[in-house]
């Protein structure tokens, strides 16, 4: 239903900050839960970020609350990821994802962007 492109990731040392967004393809933007995992070398991948169709009451992973901030906006298709205080544990690809509020899986994926943190 919609075509997802993530940008934005790159190298940088621990503490410093990546500000990743993910721009979308559709009108229909507006009406989709969206959403950030990650996968890291030899782990599984895992839900970092989500954010409700309005931008009302985020959602994070234990492992991000306090350093990282979703966020969207409707009108220019995006949402965003801003990282702070990265440590060297959130080295990962990063992905943007989408479900529509009635999906009960993300069905629509980002191609990924590559987020490294040097000690």
């Known amino acids: 239903q919609v075509q997802l492109v993530e940008s934005g990731g790159g190298l940088v040392q621990a503490g410093g900050s990546l500000r990743l967004s993910c721009t979308a393809s559709g009108r229909t933007f507006s009406r989709y839960i969206m959403g950030w995992f990650r996968q890291a070398p030899g782990k599984e991948r895992e839900s970092v970020a989500t954010i409700r169709r309005s931008g009302d009451s985020p959602g994070y992973a234990d492992s991000v609350k306090g350093r990282f901030t979703i966020s969207r906006d409707n009108a220019k298709n995006t949402v965003y990821l801003q990282m702070n205080s990265l440590k060297p544990e959130d080295t990962a690809v990063y992905y943007c994802?989408?479900?529509?509020?009635?999906?009960?899986?993300?069905?629509?994926w980002g191609q990924g962007t590559q987020v490294t943190v040097s000690s």
């Open positions: 994802a989408a479900k529509s509020l009635y999906s009960t899986s993300w069905t629509d």
